[in-house]
């Protein structure tokens, strides 16, 4: 009989367990990191985290990313890190020695001798003198570790890898980001990458070749290739490469749903997440013709361009139909759980298919629809819609009688 167990256990035990924290930046080490096409051997740079955002790195943000869109993933929980709970509370309650516990009679009292002092110096009054604390992450997980690795030679071919340096072997959650195929990154999934490192599995954090770089089926094998990569190398990151889900968001969903179904199934995969994800190219193509929708219309040139530039007639119809996560549906494949705004550009009729589909072949499939036109990361932080998340994957990798 299976029996549920909650996320928040296994964080417990990891919190019992972990060793003092260590923390190391993004592109601490690479495995067999071999030469990049420059010449350069080993991980891809990545920024200081002070670089401007350039324009096309802010749309990604708002439309797949968490609300961080810094570069790069070195330094993200240094902030704090070390620190007691207890600590950390105080800074964002405003709690502590000299405060008061709400944190807001000091402030009432600082604001009303700013008021006085300013009337008897003719001064002006200042409606904020002095800026408001900027919030600090909470810590992580007593002893998370993130290290950039690479699984191929590309510059686009590397993951984030969060994990525990103990001797347990956890469960993972690949990851794996959204943008039309042809951008995004995964720096925009660090918030949610953490999010499940403190709940003590381990985390992949996935970069992938993008449609600029390489045309369809280059984005599925690089994402076969990352989960290769991280089992057989396991024993480095406490990981149990039989135990493990992905979670793709919107073309990073097409991803994760496209691995699902790959051949009869993937070894150790016990479920699959799309946020948004766009299912079928194919209806993706059609949905996108005769409509005054610029997103919709947006996606059916990007799956164009996935194809290799060609529509699905003629000579490219093998590739289309290659793209169709529905079509590869087998009695191995793993179960999947799909989200949708109701109003969403990618439509719900993407999960209905799937569901369909699997269901000829006896895997479940969950479909999720919420309100509103909400897509992808922005989807993701609706209430309620990330707890579920995190409970169906725990349903699936900390259940027994696996």
């Known amino acids: 009989m299976r029996t549920g167990v909650t996320v928040g256990a296994l964080a417990l035990a990891a919190a019992m367990v972990g060793p003092a924290v260590v923390y190391t930046t993004a592109h601490a080490h690479a495995i067999s990191a071999p030469a990049q096409p420059s010449g350069t051997p080993g991980p891809a740079k990545t920024g200081t985290g002070t670089e401007r955002a350039s ?7 708002r439309t797949y990313g968490m609300a961080r869109a810094s570069r790069g993933v070195a330094g993200v929980g240094t902030a704090g890190v070390g620190r007691t709970g207890a600590d950390a509370a105080k800074t964002r309650t405003g709690s ?5 516990a709400t944190g807001t009679t000091q402030a009432k009292k600082a604001g009303t001798a700013s008021t006085a002092q300013a009337k008897r110096t003719g001064a002006p009054k200042s409606g904020n003198p002095t800026p408001p604390p900027v919030p600090e992450p909470a810590p992580l997980a007593q002893g998370t570790v993130v290290n950039t690795v690479s699984y191929g030679p590309h510059v686009r071919q590397r993951m984030d890898v969060w994990y525990q340096t103990d001797e347990l072997k956890r469960p993972a959650v690949f990851l794996i980001h959204g943008g039309w195929w042809s951008s995004g990154d995964k720096k925009y999934m660090t918030e949610i990458s953490r999010s499940y490192a403190e709940q003590g599995y381990v985390v992949f954090n996935i970069n992938y070749r993008l449609s600029t770089d390489a045309s369809w089926p280059a984005q599925r094998t690089d994402t076969l290739d990352a989960i290769a990569t991280a089992r057989r190398h396991a024993a480095l990151w406490s990981f149990d490469p039989n135990n493990y889900v992905i979670v793709g968001f919107s073309a990073g969903g097409h991803l994760a749903g496209a691995a699902g179904t790959y051949r009869s199934g993937l070894p150790g995969l016990r479920g699959v997440v799309g ?34 530039g060609c529509e699905p007639t ?21 179960p999947m759980l799909v989200v949708h705004s109701e109003d969403e550009f990618v439509s719900a009729e993407h999960g209905k298919q799937l569901k369909e589909h699997l269901r000829q072949v006896g895997v479940p499939v969950t479909i999720v629809t919420e309100p509103g036109i909400e897509h992808s990361a922005p989807l993701y932080r609706l209430p309620g819609v990330a707890e579920r998340v995190q409970q169906w994957v725990a349903e699936k990798l900390l259940s027994s009688g696996k």
Do not use: F, N, Q
């Open 55 to 61: 324009g096309a790195d802010r749309a990604d943000a």
């Open 96 to 100: 502590g020695t000299g405060t008061d």
């Open 275 to 308: 946020i948004s994800p766009v299912i079928s190219p194919l209806t993706a193509y059609t949905e996108g013709t005769d409509t005054y929708d610029l997103e919709k219309r947006k996606l059916r040139a990007s799956a164009i361009k996935l194809a290799g």
């Open 314 to 334: 003629g000579r490219c119809a093998r590739v289309w139909a290659s793209m169709e996560v529905p079509w590869h549906a087998s009695r191995g494949d793993a």
